[in-house]
């Protein structure tokens, strides 16, 4: 893994046994990631590269499926409490492949995408036809949603520039990223709206540790005192 810790930028490599790369894909650590309330209902499976599995959540108040990858692969997906059927939070990073911002709700309108302002519509999940043989499914969907922050940053190890959002869509609030140059219309900022298609990547939290005071002195203290 190479990570500028800078601007959260992340790299997830891996390599064969004789140290040629199998697979590169992109990720981002926000310094307070947004969390999403899911809940797991199955497992896409890649036949042909087990890290590329994918896995299918529900929103928890959105009312919509999506398919995730999952940063670690198959290790990860294998840790999932799949048959708990209790609901867990997801730190989701959105990757854009290009963006289209509006200045309010009417420039939107206008432009008639036929979406609402905040909407998720799962497009990944549907299967599109090559020839005679249906691709597999993407851990891809249209978005809709108002920039509730932006920020541009720098990535020291590749030497490129990016945006970082968070937007506030049906159900979720999550980060992503894109490339300042694949953005369309009025420049990206706090309040307006955005819409495109993002590809998706998950990780479970990493428990935050707290130092918690000795219980045992802290009663002596009070004890003390009374």
């Known amino acids: 893994r190479l990570h500028d810790a800078g601007s959260g930028a992340l790299l997830d490599v891996v390599t064969d046994g004789e140290g040629l790369v199998r697979s590169a894909r992109p990720s ?18 890649d036949g042909n590269d087990p890290d590329a599995d994918l896995v299918q959540v529900a929103v ?18 294998a840790a999932l409490p799949f048959d708990s059927g209790e609901d867990l939070d997801l730190e989701l990073i959105g990757f854009a492949d290009a963006l289209e911002c ?3 709700e009417s420039a939107f309108r206008a432009s008639g995408i036929p979406m609402a302002t905040r909407d998720v519509l799962p497009a990944g999940l549907v299967p599109l036809r090559h020839g005679d ?4 499914v993407r851990a891809a969907a249209l978005v809709s949603g108002v920039v509730l922050a932006c920020n541009e940053l720098d990535n020291e190890i590749g030497g490129g520039r990016f945006l970082h959002l968070v937007i506030d869509t049906d159900g979720m609030i999550f980060d992503a990223v894109v490339d300042p140059v694949a953005v369309d219309g009025v420049p990206v900022v706090e309040g307006r709206i955005v819409t495109g298609s993002l590809w998706f990547r998950a990780r479970r939290p990493v428990p935050v540790e707290v130092d918690v005071p ?8 009070f004890a003390r005192r009374s």
Do not use: H
């Open 133 to 136: 043989t249906l691709a597999p």
């Open 28 to 45: 981002f650590l926000a310094p307070a990631p947004c969390r999403v309330r899911v809940r797991l209902t199955g497992l896409l499976p």
């Open 214 to 221: 000795d219980r045992p002195s802290l009663f002596r203290r």
């Open 102 to 104: 509006y200045d309010d």
């Open 60 to 77: 928890v108040g959105g009312g919509y499926p999506l398919a995730v990858e999952f940063e670690g692969g198959g290790d990860a997906i």
